[in-house]
């Protein structure tokens, strides 16, 4: 739950930085992070998310992913971050910003782990 936590930080980091709206969107066995909308001169500007790698002379790009340890299950949905990393349900033309917290729950071998998403400081806890 914490990587989850860490990564929802960093996306929120990144679409401040990068003023572009992101997307973190849970699937069977991990996660990722994608652009609901295509931004020019951004690691979105193909609508797709990919992220320069410098140390290999800047000519290849990695998606952001992860994937979880066996037996972990995710429930919950997708999350946006808008530009100025305020969580949002969608931000596929507008952002549509959180009224009420978002909340996921990482389950297994015994352990459940509940991620929380502040609606207005967009701080997962």
């Known amino acids: 739950a914490e990587r989850v936590r860490n990564d929802l930080r960093l996306m929120q980091m990144a679409a401040m930085n990068w003023s572009t709206p992101l997307r973190f969107t849970p699937a069977i066995g991990g996660y990722s992070f994608s ?35 066996p037996n972990i299950t995710f429930a919950g949905g997708t999350l946006d971050y808008d530009s100025l990393g305020r969580p ?38």
């Open 35 to 69: 652009c609901p909308q295509a931004v020019a001169n951004t690691p979105c500007s193909g609508g797709t998310l990919s992220i320069s790698a410098a140390n290999r002379a800047g000519l290849n790009t990695v998606a952001f992913d992860a994937q979880f340890e």
């Open 88 to 125: 949002a349900s969608s931000c596929n033309t507008t952002c549509v910003l959180l009224a009420s917290a978002y909340t996921a729950t990482l389950t297994g071998t015994g352990a459940t782990q509940t991620i929380t998403v502040d609606p207005i400081s967009g701080f997962p806890r």
